[in-house]
């Protein structure tokens, strides 16, 4: 039986403030990156959950989404490893809190940097993913969709069992 394919479910914040933007300088298999706080989905997590978690673990701070900014598809080959990854990413602007002492910054992630939309198109060689100046673009559009767009199920927390 052929398996199935599936993308790469991720979530990112897209996280504006005084005109600057909230990125994270991370290592990854090709050398120092930037990106938006973003991660993969877990298991048993709606996309909100995800994505406040990540932004926790990424730069210490409490994310609040006001907005899905919207969802972004893109594949490349990860040359470091030789993998053809194909990424469904949810973007959520919001708001964050300053953040929180002593808390320690996730394995891999190097800083935060709060960046200008000039600063983040002159460093788009460092861009871990093409959605980081998309998402920058639509956000500066004014692009917004209600949270409540993207519907999760009580299933995902409470199964149901079908025979």
């Known amino acids: 039986m052929r398996q ?31 990106n938006q706080p973003a991660g993969h989905l877990d298991p048993g997590e709606s996309l909100l959950e995800a994505v406040v978690r990540e932004v926790l673990e990424e730069t210490a701070c409490v994310f609040t989404p006001t907005a899905l900014l919207g969802i972004y598809m893109s594949r490349f080959i990860r040359s470091a490893r030789k993998q053809d990854v194909t990424y469904l990413r949810f973007s959520y602007c919001g708001t964050v809190s300053g953040p929180e002492p002593g808390r320690r910054l996730d394995h891999g992630i190097v800083r935060t940097v709060w960046m200008t939309p000039e600063e983040i198109r002159a460093a788009s060689d460092r861009h871990r993913s093409p959605a980081l100046q998309k998402n920058v673009d639509d956000f500066l559009a004014g692009v917004r969709h209600p949270v409540s767009a993207v519907y999760t199920d009580p299933g995902l927390y409470d199964p149901v069992e079908k025979s």
């Open 4 to 34: 199935r394919w599936k993308p790469a479910v991720t979530v990112a914040a897209v996280i504006e403030q005084d005109g600057r933007f909230l990125l994270v300088e991370e290592e990854t298999p090709e050398g120092l990156r930037l």
